[in-house]
């Protein structure tokens, strides 16, 4: 890549003209799961069903053409799509996202003695050793780029199937910049994964790939607006989804996004920042998030007003009362909530938690509604560092009180010194951003488990990772002057609604909240910008890149 080739951040003034004329949103998606000469693959049609539900149900978009899928999917309807029907059906103020998912491949060509690699996406009808069959990115991007729409975005969830890309401008204010991107055109693509990496064909949502489970709960919930200003733009998705799909577990593979050919750097914007049911609930969702119960509590009243009967609504009326320490009404709430129904990625807990809280909290609530005290303990909560020590993490003010700080990924862990003349029997409690209880011993050192941590004693607990989206999680650290075996060794979900915990033994507990609060360690939008301002024009460049050829074995990925 030459100096010559990048762009710097040019800041738009305030003052424009007049706004962009609006046409459709519109939605195309492509799946193939039942190929004939390719491994077979699980859930590429559920992803491009779940995407297509989710765009033209939540967001609003058009869907004038079914779905290209399994055996409709061929080369020449794929291509018949994009060179036919789209370029009849689009509007030059119409705005498309096209989604593919399915195999993906890269052919590796050596002339002379540079490496030249061509992507290419791969029909139902391809054969494994044809090229001709397959459908080379390189056709698929400068036909897209030809459409008359003024935004096109292309999603592609396919192993190997990443681009060198170009990055796009940075804007002032919120409102030049929605009006600004909708106004130039636009030519974007994200893809799951770069070009030898193989996608997984399972995530965070059940039958849905990694890739494409992080995007729609990014844009069902309001998660993918990095910047809080309501608007998700194309580039804040490819962001978005490079952070979360990249530091999954397990995930061996890393998004990548930019744009193609005649770009004008504008980009699609999706705002939520109206009073849509789905913009409400975007804003309750960071709210919740933050534990900011101030502003949850009017947004779940609005919502209410809305769709009272909603999977949403109930769930964040659970999460609302359960923050307002009101846990026979968040009780209620989850019950509300078994008894509608919704389809899985609706609400972040699946309804096999919903129904492990009917018997949790119950059993847990003489301990939940235990008041805050301070503890004869001096209690640290400690991040690894670089050369592998731990140390305390920085802190700051928060509404309950004083919250730590943790980067998504560290190590942490906690550092407890018993400040008293007993030992101290300790245990947690730990409540997650989304509303999952986790309950256990403190403690790492066995024989203090059992024992407690001796007076003027230090101890630690286990090491634990620090992994989600930026938010709240809230620590109850539970002390007692005797050792308490149901916190020492909690019961199963079944065995908790056989039992309860004596009110005597509640009466011996003391609680202390200890609160932290996730902050992404990677590149932050604002700081974004002049990263993506160094990506190389064109989008189809020669690159020097190590051994790739052939997907190997793919029956668990794209």
Same mark, same amino acid.
């Given at each position: 890549m030459n100096d010559s080739d990048t762009r710097g951040a040019q800041p738009i003034p305030d003052a424009e003209t007049e706004p962009a004329a609006q046409g459709? @949103?519109?939605?195309?998606?492509?799946?193939?799961?039942?190929?004939?000469?390719?491994? &077979?693959?699980?859930?590429?049609? @559920?992803?491009?069903?779940?995407? #297509? &539900?989710?765009?033209?149900e939540k967001l609003g978009f058009a869907m004038p053409f079914p779905p290209l899928?399994?055996?409709? %999917?061929?080369?020449? &309807?794929?291509?018949?799509?994009?060179?036919? $029907?789209? %370029?009849?059906?689009? $509007?030059?103020?119409? @705005?498309l996202v096209l989604f593919y998912a399915g195999h993906g491949d890269t052919?590796?060509?050596?002339?002379? *003695?540079? *490496? &030249? $690699?061509?992507? +290419?996406i791969i029909p139902v009808d391809a054969k494994l050793e044809n090229w001709a069959d397959k459908i080379g990115t390189e056709w698929f991007l400068e036909n897209?780029? #030809?459409?008359?729409?003024?935004?096109?975005?292309?999603?592609?969830?396919?192993?190997?199937?990443g681009f060198a890309l170009s990055g796009m401008n940075s804007y002032r204010s919120a409102v030049t910049y929605q009006e600004t991107l909708a106004r130039n055109i636009s030519r974007n693509v994200i893809s799951s994964a770069r070009r030898n990496e193989d996608a997984l064909d399972n995530g965070p949502l059940p039958n849905h790939s990694l890739f494409t489970g992080t995007l729609i709960e990014g844009l069902n919930w309001?998660? %993918?607006? =990095?910047?809080? @200003?309501?608007?998700?733009?194309?580039? *804040?998705?490819?962001?978005y989804l490079q952070q979360r799909v990249g530091q999954a577990s397990a995930s061996k593979q890393t998004p990548d996004f930019g744009s193609f050919h005649l770009d004008e750097r504008g980009e699609l914007v999706i705002s939520l920042r109206d009073d849509t049911f789905d913009a409400v609930k975007a804003r309750a969702f960071l709210a919740m998030l933050n534990h900011d119960v101030n502003a949850l509590a009017p947004l779940v009243q609005q919502l209410t007003a809305q769709r009272p009967a909603a999977a949403e609504t109930l769930y964040l009326q659970f999460r609302l009362r359960f923050m307002q320490n009101d846990y026979a009404g968040a009780l209620a709430a989850v019950n509300q909530t078994l008894a509608v129904p919704f389809d899985d990625g609706i609400i972040p807990l699946s309804r096999a938690d919903l129904e492990a809280l009917t018997v949790q909290l119950p059993y847990?609530?003489?301990? =939940?509604? =235990?008041?805050?005290? %301070?503890?004869?303990? $001096?209690?640290?909560?400690?991040? *690894?560092n670089a050369s592998g020590e731990f140390e305390n993490a920085p802190r700051g003010a928060f509404a309950s009180g #004083?919250? +730590?700080q943790a980067n998504d990924g560290a190590i942490a862990r906690y550092r407890i010194e018993n400040a008293s003349a007993a030992p101290a029997h300790l245990y947690f409690l730990t409540v997650t951003p989304h509303g999952r209880f986790i309950v256990g011993p403190l403690l790492e050192d066995d024989d203090?488990?059992?024992?407690?941590?001796?007076?003027h004693a230090s101890g630690a607990s286990q090491k634990f990772k620090i992994q989600g989206l930026p938010s709240v999680v809230e620590n109850r650290i539970l002390y007692a002057p005797q050792r308490i075996s149901k916190l020492l060794f909690p019961a199963t979900v079944a065995a908790r609604g056989l039992d309860t915990i004596a009110p005597e033994t509640i009466a011996t507990l003391q609680m202390q909240p200890v609160w932290y609060k996730i902050v992404s360690d990677v590149t932050t939008l604002a700081d974004a910008s002049e990263i993506r301002n160094a990506y190389s024009r064109l989008t189809l460049d020669v690159l020097e890149n190590e051994s790739a050829g052939t997907d190997g074995d793919l029956a668990s990925a794209l």
């Open positions: 459709r @949103n519109v939605i195309a998606v492509i799946g193939i799961d039942a190929y004939a000469h390719w491994p &077979k693959l699980k859930n590429a049609v @559920n992803d491009a069903l779940g995407v #297509q &539900k989710l765009f033209v899928v399994n055996a409709d %999917a061929t080369a020449a &309807k794929i291509m018949a799509l994009i060179t036919d $029907q789209l %370029a009849s059906a689009l $509007q030059p103020s119409d @705005n052919r590796v060509s050596m002339i002379g *003695e540079r *490496e &030249k $690699q061509s992507g +290419y897209l780029s #030809q459409l008359p729409a003024r935004h096109v975005l292309l999603i592609i969830d396919a192993c190997r199937s309001g998660a %993918a607006d =990095l910047d809080r @200003n309501g608007l998700v733009s194309a580039y *804040e998705l490819g962001l847990w609530t003489p301990v =939940l509604e =235990l008041s805050a005290s %301070a503890l004869p303990l $001096q209690i640290d909560f400690q991040i *690894e #004083q919250i +730590y203090a488990r059992i024992a407690g941590l001796a007076p």
